[in-house]
């Protein structure tokens, strides 16, 4: 019964293709999920490692209500997995999932559209309740027959077997600005182990640097106030400054050599009466054209890193991205020369 309902909640989210449609069927998915499944409403085992802080089951869980992130991920894993089906349909697909949650959100509720032979999936979080929890999922839904292993690690640290080509590698452990969560020593750790053919999910995550009025830019506050990209605009006086950084398979140098990105020195606007924030924008490519951009979900939404009136005896600023231990953004300054 739990795996029929199932199918039917995740081809209405793939074939949803309007904002109403999205929020709709991504609460039927947590419904779903809170009725099937048990999860103390605790942050005691949220889990402070060096790259970030893990989050509890229950905080976990609750991404699940991020709708348009919950149905836009889901609908690009959905087609990275039918493109590797198609390009390899002799074999089984190798996926590693780091960060899976107690609900394994982002490939759980796909397995029934593949036949359990085309499936081969590690599992990986570090919190053992959410582990007994996909745990106990598989066997409520009816899903132990797929070849799945479920292991407590930290992802960012955790080492594939060596008989396990990646094909699809997914993590979604993020925070907006990427903050707080490990989402880039995660994927730094994924990306070192990946071949050149595999597929990470999100393909593409964009840092931008722009001078706005912060309290004017669209911010997702609750998922009651969901909106599409066409119905949100930007603050019109926002003035884009420079791409700081993109993670993606291509471009991941400048952590190559440690865990700290610094920007170049930029000059800071004589006038700002406009513009009087330093922010911080994030947008994803999940895959192909499937798009997050500012402010369609939490992970999305802009971040202030200083006010330039703060700054005003100051000429230039340099952006500093730290995620040593907690991810955080910190600035530098230079003197005005007058």
């Not at 997702?220 to 603050?235: A, F, H, I, S």
């Not at 865990?259 to 994803?284: G, Q, R, W």
Request: net charge negative; aromatic share 12%.
């Amino acid at each position: 019964m739990y795996k029929q309902e199932l199918t039917f909640i995740v081809k209405s989210i793939i074939a949803s293709d309007t904002v109403n449609e999205h929020v709709k069927w991504a609460e039927q998915l947590s419904v779903f999920y809170k009725k099937t499944t048990t999860i103390k409403n605790s942050e005691t085992n949220e889990t402070l490692i060096k790259g970030g802080v893990a989050l509890s089951s229950s905080g976990a869980a609750d991404c699940v209500d991020d709708y348009l992130r919950t149905v836009f991920f889901i609908k690009g894993v959905y087609q990275a997995l039918t493109k590797l089906c198609l390009d390899f349909p002799e074999r089984s697909i190798n996926i590693l999932y780091a960060g899976c949650g107690p609900y394994a959100t982002l490939i759980l509720p796909l397995l029934p559209l593949f036949g359990k032979e085309r499936i081969k999936a590690v599992l990986v979080d570090i919190n053992a309740e959410s582990i007994a929890s996909v745990h106990n999922l598989l066997t409520v839904i009816g899903l132990e027959e797929y070849d799945l292993q479920l292991i407590e690690a930290n992802a960012i640290t955790y080492t594939k077997p060596t008989d396990f080509v990646i094909d699809l590698a997914i993590t979604e452990t993020m925070h907006y600005a990427l903050t707080r969560e490990p989402q880039v020593a995660i994927t730094k750790n994924i990306l070192s182990q990946l071949t050149s053919d595999a597929i990470l999910i999100p393909e593409e995550i964009r840092i931008d640097l722009a001078y706005t009025f912060f309290a004017y830019e669209p911010y997702l506050k609750n998922t009651k106030e969901v909106k599409g990209r066409n119905d949100m605009q930007p603050y019109t006086d926002n003035v884009f400054v420079d791409r700081l950084f993109t993670i993606n398979k291509e471009h991941f140098d400048s952590y190559n050599s440690g865990s700290k990105f610094e920007s170049c020195f930029y000059k800071l606007p004589a006038d700002f009466s406009n513009h009087p924030d330093v922010c911080i924008f994030t947008a994803l490519r999940i895959f192909g054209d499937i798009e997050l951009k500012t402010a369609e979900s939490y992970i999305t939404n802009p971040f202030c890193v200083v006010s330039l009136y703060n700054l005003s005896a100051y000429s230039e600023i340099q952006l500093v991205y730290d995620f040593s231990e907690i991810p955080q953004w910190s600035y530098n300054v230079k003197e005005s020369a007058y």
